[in-house]
């Protein structure tokens, strides 16, 4: 059949390719006309509505697989998404990008900490391998607190008589059209990323079957890195375009979000219980024995977390040799997971 044909694999491959960052090219003009509409700065729309929107494809699989019972895939795609997010997608903006990519200092600072937080309160409440209907309650109000708090603080800013072009000049004559136009580009561009990052999955699964890839990697990388197309393809885009805060802001926002809104939804539908999953950790030749396969994801991304928010904060920006570190520290990752599960 020609479903099945390696050829049309890769034809489907190279068309979602092509619709994914196209789309994803209309999404990011479309989130900046929505944040020159409402004069604030990109760094916060990339954390509130970019991060949300590209994280769709992460919730609607670990949901599922929360329903079906498949905690440990739940919990792996949220975590595995933060190491992918800010080892490969955050990695190539940096090399990509035109330039060194800018950081706003006060949004960093606040966002910063704020994500260590949850990392560290996820890491907690998750020790033991079990994050229930409680748990997931908690983290979803810790959500719509954080977001509540950021709009209310743009709101306090703006009301001080702060000007928002001191931040970003270019907004004074940059994209006219109505405020109705953006939402509804911004909504298409969605749609095709989404859709196009399952045509990804579904040709590239197919592909690594045909050449007799491991399963483990095949969960490793396509289906880790085919839920996280969308954060990937925007942040590429949005640093090309010279809108380094946008990528930055959507990688921190998607970041936030796989901790509290997908691990949160996903408890809630159905308890997530990994206790029975062991693996041995060693990292950097430290041996740690044999451990629950939560601390080694979690430890995991608590490195990469803390690793990329020091490479920001060293000069709020982000330069190309430091995308480059934070795309080989993917790699080891990969390669650990690979010895441990192999």
């Not at 931040?167 to 859709?195: M, N, R, T, Y």
């Not at 490479?311 to 480059?324: A, D, P």
């Amino acid at each position: 059949m020609i479903l099945d044909s390696i050829f049309f694999q890769f034809a489907t491959l190279i068309f979602a390719f092509a619709i994914l960052f196209k789309s994803a090219d209309l999404f990011v003009d479309s989130a900046v006309g929505i944040s020159n509409d409402f004069g604030i700065p990109r760094i916060v729309v990339g954390i509130i509505i970019v991060g949300f929107a590209t994280t769709a494809p992460e919730i609607t699989v670990s949901i599922i697989s929360a329903a079906k019972g498949k905690s440990e895939f739940a919990l792996g795609n949220a975590l595995g998404s933060v190491i992918v997010d800010d080892g490969i997608a955050l990695g190539l903006a940096a090399i990509l990008a035109p330039a060194a990519i800018m950081v706003d200092k006060r949004t960093l600072k606040t966002t910063g900490i704020f994500l260590l937080a949850v990392i560290l309160l996820g890491y907690l409440l998750g020790f033991n391998g079990v994050f229930g209907r409680l748990e997931g309650s908690l983290f979803v109000l810790i959500l719509l607190g954080y977001w509540g708090s950021m709009v209310w603080a743009e709101r306090k800013r703006k009301a001080k008589g702060f000007d928002i072009s001191q931040d970003f000049p270019e907004i004074s004559g940059h994209d006219k059209k109505p405020l109705s136009k953006h939402i509804i580009q911004l909504l298409i561009g969605l749609a095709g990323v989404i859709a196009a990052s399952h045509l990804v999955v579904w040709s590239a699964e197919k592909i690594a079957i045909f050449y007799h890839v491991p399963e483990v990697i095949i969960g490793l990388t396509i289906i880790a890195i085919g839920t996280s197309l969308p954060e990937i393809s925007t942040a590429i885009i949005a640093a090309r375009k010279g809108e380094g805060e946008l990528s930055v802001g959507n990688i921190l926002g998607a970041d936030i979000l796989n901790i509290l809104w997908i691990i949160g939804m996903s408890s809630i539908v159905n308890p997530i219980d990994v206790r029975h999953d062991k693996v041995h950790l060693s990292i950097f030749g430290f041996d740690f024995g044999i451990v629950g396969s939560i601390h080694f994801s979690f430890v995991w991304v608590m490195i990469i977390v803390v690793t990329m928010l020091t490479m920001m904060r060293t000069g709020y920006k982000l330069k190309k040799s430091e995308g480059i570190i934070l795309i080989a520290m993917y790699a080891v990752y990969l390669l650990m997971n690979y010895s441990i599960f192999n």
